[in-house]
C-alpha cells in the first residue's frame, strides 16, 4: 500500500465516523422528540439512526482492520487508526442508547419530567454538535470543549436524580415510571461519557495531552 492510498483510506475512515456523528445527533433529537410527547415516528427515527450507526461502524471497522493489516502502521500512524476505532465504538454506543431513550419514552407516555431532563437532552445535543465541529476540524481546543462541557451534563444528572427521588417520596409518581425517567438520564448522562471518550480518542490521534 502506497502512502497515497493509506491516506485515502484513512480519509475514508474520517468520512465515515463523521457519518456516525451525524446519525448520532440525529438519534439524539428524535429521543427527545419522542419523550417530549411519547411520538412513535421519532421513536422510529431512533430506531433507524442506530440500525444506521450499526451498518457504519461494521463498515469502517473492516476498513481499519484492512489497514491493519495492509500497512501494519507504527508510532503516530498507529495511534491514528486506533483512536478511529474506538471513536466508532463511542459513537455507535450513543446511537444504541439514543434508541433505548426513544423506546423508554413510549412507555412513558409523555409522562411529566423534570425541567431539567429537558436540559440534559439540550446538552446531550450540544455535546453532539461540540463533537461533529471538533471531528471536522481536528483541533485540539475543539476537542476539550467536548470534555469540558460534560460538567454541564453531569450536573443536570444530579438535579434530575434528586428530583426524581422527590417525587417518589411525595407519592405523585409510582415506582415504574420513576425508574423509566431515570433510566432516561442515565443514558443521558453515559451519552455525555461517551462524546467525553471520543474526544479524549480524538486528542491521542493528535498527539496531545489529555486534560481540560
Not at 420513576?178 to 451519552?191: G, H, N, S, V
Request: glycine share 6%; charged share 30%.
Amino acid at each position: 500500500m502506497t502512502r497515497k492510498q493509506y491516506d485515502e483510506e484513512l480519509a475514508r475512515v474520517r468520512e465515515l465516523i463523521m457519518k456516525m456523528c451525524v446519525a448520532a445527533k440525529e438519534g439524539i433529537v428524535a429521543a427527545a422528540k419522542a419523550f417530549a410527547a411519547a411520538d412513535e415516528e421519532a421513536a422510529a427515527i431512533a430506531s433507524a439512526r442506530e440500525a444506521e450507526a450499526d451498518e457504519l461502524e461494521n463498515a469502517a471497522e473492516r476498513l481499519c482492520m484492512a489497514i491493519v493489516v495492509r500497512r501494519q502502521p507504527v508510532a503516530h500512524d498507529l495511534a491514528v487508526v486506533t483512536a478511529a476505532a474506538r471513536m466508532i465504538g463511542e459513537l455507535e454506543r450513543i446511537a444504541d442508547q439514543a434508541s433505548e431513550i426513544a423506546g423508554t419514552a413510549l412507555r412513558l407516555g409523555g409522562a411529566q419530567a423534570p425541567e431539567c431532563m429537558d436540559a440534559m437532552f439540550a446538552a446531550a445535543i450540544k455535546m453532539a454538535e461540540k463533537c461533529m465541529a471538533a471531528a471536522e476540524s481536528h483541533e485540539p481546543s475543539a476537542a476539550r470543549d467536548v470534555i469540558r462541557y460534560d460538567d454541564v451534563m453531569d450536573g443536570l444528572f444530579a438535579e434530575a436524580r434528586t428530583r426524581i427521588a422527590e417525587t417518589v417520596r411525595g407519592g405523585k409518581r409510582d415506582g415504574e415510571s420513576a425508574l423509566d425517567l431515570m433510566m432516561t438520564a442515565k443514558y443521558l448522562e453515559r451519552i455525555g461519557d461517551h462524546y467525553v471518550n471520543t474526544a479524549e480518542w480524538m486528542l491521542f490521534a493528535l498527539g496531545q495531552p489529555i486534560r481540560r
